[in-house]
Structure formats: structure tokens, C-alpha cells
């Protein structure tokens, strides 16, 4: 019912910042809130930030709070990431996901992109 399709990963020196997109399709009215998660290899799958997709309401992960910004372009279908001030341990690969109206679980993902911070 919902694509998502990653984008805007790359590699950048720690302190640099990289904007990631998450472009949404189908049943984008069903949706009530996207996530951010990574995963490192050898690492559990981590949260990263959280939004309402009608309020814009945002939550976040301690290891990102103050550095990461999490919004959404709904004219776009667009939810994008921020990341600021970025750290050799924000290496991951980066997913986004989506859970609807109706569900209590994220179970719309996308394939993910690569953010590798070092110098």
C-alpha cells in the first residue's frame, strides 16, 4: 500500500551534514507517522527519529537529539532527515519506514542508502 524509496546518503567528513529523502507513494493517506532507523553491520537496528506525517509531531533517538532534524514536505511525499554535526558512529545504512492508520507496527520499509562519515 506505501513505497518508500531512500535517498541522499554518501560519505562526508565527521562534523559535515547530509540532508537524506524519503519519497512516499500509494496510499500516502493512510499514513500516520514515518521513522528514521539505522543498522551498522554486527549492530542492532537502531531508532533514529520519528514524525506524524499530519502534525509534523517529532521524537528522537538521545544518540541524535540537538543534531538531527527530522520533517515533511507533504505537497512532496517527501520525509527528509537533516543531519548535522555528523559522527564516524552515525555510519550506517539508513532506513526509512512507515506505519498506517489502523497498525501499531512500521510495515512499510524502503531499501535503504549508505551514510559513511570519516576522514
Known amino acids: 500500500q506505501v513505497q518508500l524509496v531512500e535517498s541522499g546518503g554518501g560519505l562526508v567528513q565527521p562534523g559535515g551534514s547530509l540532508r537524506l529523502s524519503c519519497a512516499a507513494s500509494?496510499?500516502?493517506?493512510?499514513?500516520?507517522?514515518m521513522d528514521w532507523n539505522r543498522q551498522s553491520p554486527g549492530k542492532e537496528r537502531e531508532f533514529v527519529a520519528r514524525?506524524?506525517?499530519?502534525?509534523?509531531?517529532?521524537l528522537y533517538a538521545d544518540s541524535v537529539k540537538g543534531r538531527f532534524t527530522s520533517s515533511r514536505d507533504n505537497a512532496k511525499n517527501t520525509m527528509y532527515l537533516q543531519m548535522n554535526s555528523l559522527r564516524p558512529e552515525d555510519t550506517a545504512v539508513y532506513y526509512c519506514?512507515?506505519?498506517?492508520?489502523?497498525?501499531?507496527?512500521?510495515?512499510?520499509w524502503g531499501q535503504g542508502t549508505q551514510v559513511t562519515v570519516s576522514s
Open positions: 519506514s512507515a506505519r498506517v492508520y489502523g497498525r501499531d507496527t512500521y510495515d512499510y
Open positions: 500509494g496510499s500516502i493517506r493512510s499514513i500516520y507517522a
Open positions: 514524525i506524524t506525517w499530519t502534525g509534523g509531531i517529532t
